[in-house]
């Protein structure tokens, strides 16, 4: 099998195996055989026309080409010309059926019907993937950058797979992209020409080592190198902390899944926070029943972030257990400060994927199937393999509600946890403390302290909440802040958890949903756009107790504001009397539903969470085809920029390879060397003699002297090969051509080399041939249309 073949097939698995990792997001996944077919056809043409051979541009369009009649026989034969042709119907038709597929990714959740749209899609978006992969790996040799489409192919099928797309597809592409480069590596090898040395394999004459037995000693190391490769990167993300459980690591795992402990290292949730806050629509994620007093006081917390290193809030890496039947009594809070019990049932929309149980806190009593595990520092439940999607739970969680009399007396935290939770980076701007400090002049103890810092965030400090202001958690995005005023939920409670611990208070940030809109049925509705972060001060006899200095997000707790006068809540915090305000296994199910939930399946009992799994995965799977598309536009402009260096570096390689005769052979070698002092800036001068061009070049382009000797030997080997009667072989032209090279590369400044890399002078040649073309082209048109044109304008006799 030739090199040029082994390339092909490579090209082709390799597609084909990063395109397996798009399986989980439809099924049945029988699309993978249209599209294993058309890549198929895809390489037989680029075989086919490569061995013609027609120039790489017509290769790529007759590949493209190709494509686009599989596609009109797949998907739009009834519309196409003889059932084959693409025509105006055929496009149009295939418009209709990408709407049709945008639309379906927008309804349905993962894994969604295979319908004709969806298969269009994925179909189209694989074959032009792989049309890219055999442009780059087999119609211009350069295999490495082919991985930059298959790593966006790979990348954006895990992303929208949630985690679907897990070991088994990594390996498989991964090993896809190294059997590529194994070819093409194979291929340059083999140009070098027949391998002699080494010992003979076995005891009959001829049998070298080259002959029929193993991979020579180059190909063996290349193979060695490429598995050991893989296995490291495959091995060594697990032995690195806090990186989750490794690259293949399902989110949310932890270690010791038999129940006897382990640890967590904790997926900051504040990474989509902000797009969830700006979204223009509001979707349900979930629905809750309560027997609370009121749902003001009901946030929903999914993880603290209590360890604050400069650059970003995050969680500790903490241990883990299993859940107990009921929850230790929280830390720090004492029996006379008032607690009642409030029972909270949860349905969890289908679409919502989060490995974070969002639960009131303090929780004392969690009731879920699945996998699910207990972190106890931080009162919260993570899945280890199991996540929230259509999960039923109910809490039992404690209200509690000190006084301002209980929080203003509270004695010392414990050393212990006013080291850790006191702790500030040193980068910490001193700014952060003096404002801290002027904002709570005068106040007589902690609690003060925290109310003034709320207060001053919430109303009296001028602050103004904009979630489209610049993101960020390290101190200077709290300097910046503390400057603009300006920011939203994270830059509210970052600061003021920050201001906190300058000034002693032990500090942390919880992040989670505010409590959510209460519906006519005595449920509530919990939305995407309800997440929040907020900070938690630590008082002893109290324990954790929240704050809230967003403005105009959420309700500060009744212990940091003035009391009524009658201490009732207002009248949008009461909760409805009777049999709604009591918890209900089941929330109850309307008498209606709308077609796009029956769709979906998700009336009757289901109800809770209707409306969230059509919107959620359809404006994830929509941002997924979106950057999909955006990816391959980034794809396609970066392989047209760098089409020139391609494109040179062919040039090349055609050059310095072998030729027919030795005089064609010393004259492109040449016209090589001339070409490499343009790149450089050194512009040809036709009207000299070979040695004077050399000479020339070897002044303006500053070479060092074994590049000018390089370069006289070749000008001497030239005018040898064209006047001498019989001109003897030259040797050494290829290291001659080399040497120039690198003296050109070694004296010219940074600049100067970039563009000989990227943007290469003697790109001219491709446009004077292009223009000749078409001159010859125009004239032959000429030629043979003369007769006709003369027959037309002659005048009748």
């Not at 026989?73 to 209709?96: C, K, R, Y």
């Not at 009121?294 to 299993?322: C, E, M």
């Not at 989670?512 to 519906?519: D, E, I, L, N, S």
């Amino acid at each position: 099998m030739s090199g040029r073949a082994r390339l092909t097939l490579a090209a082709f698995g390799a597609t084909l195996t990063a395109s397996a990792a798009l399986l989980p997001l439809v099924k049945p996944a029988t699309w993978i055989f249209t599209a294993a077919i058309l890549l198929g056809l895809q390489s037989a043409v680029g075989t086919a026309t490569r061995r013609v051979p027609l120039a790489r541009p017509l290769t790529i369009a007759a590949q493209a080409a190709v494509t686009l009649l599989v596609l009109t026989v797949v998907f739009a034969h009834e519309q196409a010309i003889l059932f084959v042709l693409p025509g105006p119907d055929v496009f149009a038709a295939f418009g209709a059926l990408f709407e049709a597929g945008v639309d379906d990714v927008g309804t349905y959740a993962i894994p969604a019907p295979n319908t004709p749209g969806i298969r269009l899609l994925l179909v189209t978006g694989v074959a032009v993937i792989g049309l890219l992969v055999d442009a780059l790996a087999v119609t211009f040799r350069n295999a490495a950058p082919a991985g930059l489409p298959l790593l966006a192919l790979y990348s954006v099928a895990a992303g929208l797979s949630g985690g679907g797309a897990g070991g088994l597809y990594f390996l498989l592409a991964a090993g896809g992209y190294l059997l590529l480069l194994l070819a093409e590596g194979r291929d340059r090898l083999s140009q070098w020409g027949r391998v002699f040395g080494g010992a003979q394999r076995s005891g009959r004459p001829g049998s070298a080592a080259g002959e029929g037995g193993p991979a020579f000693a180059p190909v063996r190391t290349g193979r060695r190198i490429g598995a050991a490769a893989l296995g490291i990167a495959l091995v060594v993300p697990f032995a690195l902390p806090g990186l989750d459980g490794g690259f293949l690591g399902q989110s949310g795992d932890g270690e010791g899944s038999d129940g006897q402990g382990g640890t967590i290292s904790a997926v900051n949730p504040l990474v989509s926070l902000q797009d969830n806050l700006r979204q223009p629509k509001d979707r349900e994620v979930l629905r809750y029943r309560t027997n609370a007093e009121s749902t003001g006081n009901l946030y929903l917390r999914l993880v603290a972030l209590d360890q604050f290193d400069g650059t970003a809030w995050k969680s500790s890496v903490r241990p883990i257990q299993d859940v107990p039947e009921d929850l230790p009594w929280p830390d720090g809070l004492a029996q006379d400060v008032r607690a009642p019990q409030v029972t909270t049932n949860f349905v969890a929309s289908p679409a919502y994927n989060q490995k974070w149980l969002p639960m009131p806190y303090p929780a004392s009593k969690v009731s879920i199937s699945g996998n699910w595990r207990y972190e106890p520092a931080g009162r919260m439940l993570v899945g280890d393999g199991q996540d929230t999607r259509g999960a039923r739970y109910t809490v039992t969680s404690l209200d509690v509600r000190p006084t301002g009399e209980q929080l203003a007396g509270s004695p010392a935290a414990p050393d212990k946890l006013r080291r850790e939770y006191t702790r500030v980076p040193a980068t910490l701007p001193a700014e952060v403390r003096s404002t801290a400090l002027d904002v709570t002049r005068g106040a007589r103890n902690d609690y003060e302290r925290a109310v003034r810092l709320q207060d001053w965030f919430a109303d009296d400090g001028g602050f103004r909440y904009d979630v489209n202001a610049d993101s960020g958690t390290g101190v200077q995005a709290i300097s910046r802040f503390l400057k603009d005023k300006k920011g939203f939920c994270v830059h509210f409670s970052f600061s003021m958890a920050a201001m906190a611990r300058s000034l002693g208070i032990p500090a942390r940030v919880a992040v989670g949903f505010m409590p959510g809109t209460p519906q006519s049925d005595g449920s509530v509705s919990v939305g995407i756009r309800d997440a929040h972060a907020w900070p938690e001060l630590y008082f002893e006899g109290a324990g954790w107790t929240r704050f809230e200095p967003t403005p105009s997000r959420g309700t500060a707790p009744d212990y940091t504001r003035e009391q009524s006068a009658g201490g009732a809540a207002t009248p949008s915090a009461q909760p409805s009397t009777g049999a709604s305000a009591q918890p209900s296994a089941v929330p109850s199910a309307s008498e209606s539903c709308p077609p796009q939930q029956k769709r979906l399946g998700e009336c009757g009992q289901d109800q809770a969470a209707a409306g969230a799994s059509k919107d959620d995965a359809g404006w994830f799977a929509g941002l997924g085809i979106m950057g999909l598309a955006v990816g391959l536009g980034i794809l396609l402009v970066a392989f047209l920029a760098l089409l020139p260096l391609l494109w040179r570096t062919q040039t090349r390689s055609r050059r310095l390879g072998p030729a027919a005769d030795p005089v064609s052979r010393v004259l492109a070698v040449w016209e090589e060397i001339n070409d490499t002092a343009w790149d450089y800036g050194v512009a040809p001068d036709e009207s000299q003699t070979p040695r004077r061009t050399a000479a020339r070049m070897v002044r303006l382009g500053e070479l060092p002297p074994d590049a000018a000797d390089a370069a006289h030997r070749v000008a001497r080997a030239v005018e040898e090969a064209l006047y001498a009667p019989r001109p003897r072989p030259a040797t050494g032209l290829t290291e001659h051509a080399h040497t120039v090279l690198r003296g050109f590369h070694g004296s010219a400044s940074r600049a100067t080399r970039l563009r000989a890399l990227l943007v290469p002078r003697s790109l001219a040649r491709v446009v004077w041939a292009a223009h000749d073309g078409w001159s010859a082209t125009r004239d032959r048109l000429r030629t043979r249309t003369a007769p006709l044109v003369r027959a037309l304008t002659r005048s009748p006799s």
